[in-house]
């Protein structure tokens, strides 16, 4: 018998002032899995991101994190998921060591140094752990953000646009930390235009017209072009 799926979503709606943005959106993500999420600007995918995220409500139908509602118990899903939005959200006139003992401190963690020096080793940053972050790049500033996630150990993560704007060494870094992520049981979501990195990691492909999910099949063996072409014609009988 498979095991519950980390993630479930069912008949999923979200309006905004009377605009429906998601409509009967249904979407199941078991562990060891990575989905690909796939839409034009504006087909709901950052919307659909941010509920399982716990910080927008639903207007109609339920949202499940390993087993909990995401709408009705948001305390108890936001241990278990990590949120990679456009910006890292750090603190840029403290150091890297200095936003990690913030952030656990606000989350409530029991970390100490030797903790928050191997999390800095996991992605990379200890050389610059006394280093103000205003002098990280791009790529470093995003490391630092998911150093939090080495620390809280999320089974899911939720990664808008991954990839955009990080440099080549970065990118390296973060696909090889998704699939290590991905092959230690954790679910992964991965809201994105590009057909490169994302598409790789995705066990799935799942793409997001007409306000619900026009297509929802295994990566298997298709190529970039085969998954352009099943968007492009999704996305545009959509519009």
Known sequence: MAADPLIRVTGLRKAFAGH??????????RAGEAVALLGANGAGK???LRILATLTRPSRGTAFVLGHDCAR???????????????AYVYEDLTALENLRFWTALSGLA??????????????????AGERVRTFSAGMKRRLS???????????????????????????????????????????????HSFGRELALADRIVILAARTIALDT???SMGAEEIARLYRLHTEDGA
């Open 20 to 29: 429906v943005v998601l409509a009967d959106v249904r979407l199941e993500v």
């Open 46 to 48: 950052t919307t659909l």
């Open 73 to 87: 118990a948001p305390e108890r899903v936001r241990p278990h998921i990590g949120l990679v939005a456009h910006g």
């Open 111 to 128: 970390a100490d140094g030797a903790v928050l020096a191997r999390a800095l080793a996991a992605v990379e940053l200890e050389r610059f």
């Open 146 to 192: 998911l150093a939090r996630f080495v620390l809280s150990r999320p089974r899911v993560l939720l990664l808008d646009e991954p990839f955009a704007g990080l440099d080549q060494r970065a990118k390296k870094w973060l696909e090889g930390y998704l699939e290590a992520f991905k092959a230690a049981g954790g679910a992964l979501v991965m809201a994105t």
């Open 218 to 220: 295994p990566r298997a």
